[in-house]
């Protein structure tokens, strides 16, 4: 049984970089032919996938977040990380690490709350 659990702080002020991980059981984040994301979803709106990191370790990126938005891994601890830069309080969510690739994904952690606010 695959199990993902987000971690990272709960708020965050404006202008500074969002972090979080997300760390991996019943599962090697390196197989190649599973794929990792980060999705969000702001108060009242859907779910915006952000972007996804490969078993091979290629990345890919929301084309709206691109530019604020990295995806990194630690393979020695089966995790994988999101950095979002330059946050603003539209960047208050939910969010969810889970195993897929947009829009496809069959396991998901149970997702943090991350408020941006000064």
């Known amino acids: 049984q695959v199990q993902l659990q987000e971690s990272g702080p709960g708020l965050v002020k404006p202008s500074q970089t969002l972090s979080l991980t997300c760390t991996v059981s019943g599962g090697s984040i390196t197989t190649n032919y599973y794929y990792w994301s980060w999705i969000r979803q702001p108060p009242g709106k859907g779910l915006e996938w952000m972007g996804t990191i490969a078993g091979s370790g290629s990345t890919y990126y929301s084309s709206s977040l691109k530019s604020r938005t990295s995806i990194s891994r630690d393979t020695s601890k089966n995790q994988f990380t999101l950095q979002l830069n330059s946050v603003t309080p539209e960047d208050t969510a939910v969010y969810y690490c889970?195993?897929?690739?947009?829009?496809?994904?069959?396991?998901w952690g149970q997702g943090t709350q991350v408020t941006v606010s000064s």
């Open positions: 889970a195993r897929g690739g947009n829009p496809i994904y069959d396991y």
